[in-house]
C-alpha cells in the first residue's frame, strides 16, 4: 500500500524533460504559450499614474526630502564678551528666522578662532559670527577666507578696527547678529603675509586690517596687556614711548608686482588693508577694504625732528587737513619729504637685514628676516545691516 502510494506520487522514470533546443526551433526562441498574455502590449504609451479607487488619476504625491534648516555658528572669546546674553541674541535671532539652533565655539589662548571656525565649516553652517578682539577677528577671517560663508562681525574688545573702518555700530551687538540673518553682504579683501624666520622656516597667516615690521610691532610687543584692559588704545602710547627709546633703523629691500626693487633704511614699513586708527587718525586716507590692492607706508625718519613730521602727516595732514577743501589745497602746494612714503599694490615682497619684529591687526607674531604679502581680493563675505552705507568704504 506504501509503495503504490508512492508510486502514484513521484516521477515517472519513463517521462522526459521538456528539451529547451527543441522548444526554441526554429528560431532559437522560447515562446510563451498563447494563453498566457504580456504584461504590455506594443502600441501602449504612457507612464505608471496614482489613481483613486474610482479609477481616475490622482496627482503624485511630493516625496522631495524637506530642505535642511539654516544655521548659523557663532565663534566668541569668552573674556571680551558677556556670553550668556550673546549667546541668547544669537538664538534668539536664529529662531525667529526660521533658522536651526545655532553653533557655539569659543576661543582659546592655543587657538585664537581659525581652528574652530574651520570646524564649523566642516558642519555646513551658512553664516559665521565672531565676536571679540582684533585678533579673534583676524583669526576667524583666515579660516573663512574664501569659502563663500557670509561672516558677521559684532564688535567687542578694544580695538575693533575693522569694525570702525567699515562703520558699523560699536555699541548695539543686536543690530550686528540681525544682519546675519537678513543684513547685506558686501565682499572684503584679505591680506595674507607668508613669514620667514631666521632659521629658514616660514608660516603664513591672514591680516584684515594691517601688519607691520620694525617699530609698530615693536610699540605692540612694548604694550602692557593689564594696562590695554584698563585703558583701551591709549594703552599704545605707553608702548609707543618704550619702543621710541630703544629704535634703531634697519636696511630693507622691497619690491611691489610690477614695479622696480627699493633699498631704503627705515623705523617701519606696514602694509594694511584698511587706513583709520582710533580716536580719528588717518594713517592711509585712500586706504579701502574693497578695491583690491594694500597700501604700503614706510616711516624713514632721519632723526626726531623726523617723528615730527611723521606725526603732522598722520595726525594733521591725513586727519584734518584732508576734511576740508582748503586743507587739501594747502597739501597741493606742500613740498613732499621722504619721512613717510605711501605705494599701493596687490602685494608686497620685503627682506630686513637682520630678524625685526612682525604684528598683524595688532598681534605679536614674533620675527622675521623676510615678509611675502600677498592678496585674496573679495575673500570674505561680510555681512552688514540692512541699508548701511558703504560709499564711504
Known amino acids: 500500500m506504501a509503495n503504490g502510494s508512492g508510486d502514484s506520487h513521484g516521477a515517472s522514470p519513463e517521462r522526459e524533460l521538456p528539451d529547451p533546443a527543441r522548444a526554441a526551433e526554429p528560431d532559437d526562441v522560447i515562446r510563451e504559450p498563447e494563453d498566457v498574455h504580456p504584461d504590455t502590449a506594443d502600441a501602449e504609451t ?82 559665521v559670527l565672531v565676536a571679540g578682539g582684533d585678533g579673534t577677528v583676524r583669526a576667524v577671517s583666515e579660516a573663512v577666507c574664501g569659502s563663500g560663508v557670509p561672516l558677521t562681525i559684532v564688535p567687542s574688545g578694544t580695538g575693533n578696527l575693522l569694525a570702525r573702518n567699515l562703520f558699523l555700530p560699536l555699541s548695539n551687538p543686536d543690530t550686528m547678529i540681525q544682519a546675519t540673518f537678513d543684513g547685506d553682504r558686501l565682499p572684503l579683501d584679505v591680506g595674507f603675509a607668508a613669514l620667514q624666520r631666521a632659521d629658514g622656516t616660514t608660516v603664513e597667516h591672514a591680516f584684515v586690517v594691517m601688519g607691520g615690521m620694525g617699530l609698530d610691532a615693536a610699540m605692540i610687543a612694548n604694550t602692557s596687556g593689564d594696562l590695554k584692559k584698563k585703558v583701551g588704545w591709549i594703552a599704545y602710547v605707553d608702548g609707543a614711548a618704550r619702543s621710541l627709546a630703544k629704535a634703531t633703523p634697519f636696511r630693507i629691500m622691497y619690491q611691489i608686482p610690477g614695479r622696480r626693487l627699493h633699498s ?26 574693497t578695491d583690491g590692492e594694500l597700501d604700503v607706508v614706510i616711516f624713514a625718519p632721519k632723526n626726531f625732528f623726523g617723528w615730527f613730521l611723521v606725526w603732522r602727516r598722520v595726525a594733521w595732514d591725513n586727519s584734518f587737513l584732508r576734511r576740508f ?9 606742500r613740498t613732499r619729504d621722504s619721512t ?48 548701511h552705507d558703504t560709499s564711504r568704504l
Open 264 to 289: 631704503s633704511r627705515v623705523q617701519s614699513i606696514l602694509v594694511a588693508n584698511c587706513g583709520s586708527l582710533p580716536a580719528g587718525l588717518e594713517l592711509i586716507p585712500e586706504a579701502s577694504v
Open 340 to 387: 613717510v612714503i605711501y605705494s599701493r599694490g596687490q602685494g608686497i615682497e620685503l627682506q630686513a637685514e637682520s630678524a625685526q619684529a612682525v604684528q598683524l591687526d595688532g598681534d605679536e607674531f614674533g620675527e622675521a628676516t623676510r615678509i611675502r604679502v600677498r592678496l585674496v581680493a573679495g575673500g570674505i563675505i561680510a555681512a552688514l545691516p540692512k541699508g
Open 46 to 127: 504612457g507612464s505608471a499614474r496614482r489613481v483613486e479607487s474610482s479609477g481616475e488619476s490622482a496627482p503624485l504625491p511630493d516625496r522631495s526630502p524637506e530642505p535642511a534648516q539654516r544655521r548659523a555658528a557663532l565663534v566668541y572669546n569668552p573674556i571680551k564678551v558677556d556670553q550668556e546674553q550673546l549667546r541668547a541674541s544669537v538664538e534668539r535671532h536664529s529662531r525667529e528666522a526660521g533658522w536651526a539652533e545655532p553653533l557655539f565655539y569659543e576661543t582659546t589662548v592655543d587657538d585664537l578662532g581659525d581652528d574652530v571656525t574651520r570646524q564649523a565649516l566642516k558642519e555646513d553652517v551658512d553664516a
Open 325 to 333: 577743501r582748503a586743507g587739501r589745497q594747502v597739501l597741493s602746494l
